[in-house]
């Protein structure tokens, strides 16, 4: 167990339709990171936020959309969903986000999206 | 962009053989990442390598950097069963102030008794 826990494991919804993906990280963990996990495109870096500011952007939708409140849990929005969106998506946190010295991203046990 | 390539993306071995899994990166980084997954699980971390040269070892699991090369790989020793899962190799953009992995493909081991 990594201490990231994500809400909910498994998600079933229709395309078109909007979800909302719920990650709480380490506790003293300020950075938080999404990552979508699918058959055909890997293991994709999305966004990252440090202590409530985004830090970084990777190939994230602009139907998708994250933030990262004041006690440090984030939630990635997901809208007008297409059966592609279909994918698993990790959350990991880590203590400051810069990767220096031994700082290790840790893996919540993310959310499998099936979108029908 | 940065590129990572893993080879092989499969691979079955026999238990108590040895092998070497490669991770090629396409753009200069001094920080490479090596993760295992279980089937429907999550990542776990197994080896931060920050510098040219570095060495880890973890059970029957180790892993090298050669950032001239831009060459990482895991060596696997007398592998058990245990062993089976996907491992991937990840490496940070450079870049100031973010931490954003860019993952090879991995890399899917199954050891066969």
């Known amino acids: 167990d990594s201490g990231v826990t994500q809400t909910p494991k498994h998600l079933i919804t229709a395309t078109g339709q909007r979800v909302t993906l719920r990650c709480s990280p380490r506790?003293?963990?300020?950075?938080v990171y999404w990552y979508q996990q699918s058959l055909d495109q890997g293991l994709q870096f999305l966004i990252q936020y440090y202590n409530g500011e985004e830090r970084a952007k990777g190939n994230i939708l602009e139907r998708f959309s994250a933030q990262q409140f004041p006690d440090l849990h984030s939630e990635l929005n997901l809208s007008s969903l297409e059966l592609g969106d279909s994918a698993l998506y990790f959350c990991?946190?880590?203590?400051?986000?810069?990767?220096?010295?031994?700082?290790?991203?840790?893996f919540g046990p993310g959310t499998r999206l099936l979108v029908l | 962009e940065l590129k990572v390539e893993q080879n092989p993306l499969f691979l079955s071995m026999q238990e108590g053989k040895n092998y070497t899994i490669y991770c090629n990166y396409s753009t200069t980084s001094d920080r490479l990442y090596w993760y295992r997954q279980d089937p429907g699980k999550s990542l776990e971390s197994l080896f931060v390598?920050?510098?040219?040269?570095a060495v880890k070892q973890e059970g029957r699991l180790m892993a090298s950097l050669d950032t001239k090369a831009r060459l990482s790989t895991l060596h696997i020793t007398a592998a058990v069963h245990d062993l089976s899962a996907t491992y991937f190799c990840?490496?940070?953009?450079?870049?100031?102030?973010?931490?954003?992995?860019?993952f090879g493909k991995g890399t899917k081991l199954s050891v066969i008794p």
């Open positions: 390598l920050l510098s040219n040269g």
């Open positions: 506790s003293g963990d300020l950075s």
């Open positions: 990991a946190s880590s203590v400051g986000g810069t990767g220096w010295g031994q700082e290790t991203q840790y």
């Open positions: 990840a490496v940070v953009l450079p870049g100031a102030g973010s931490y954003q992995l860019t």
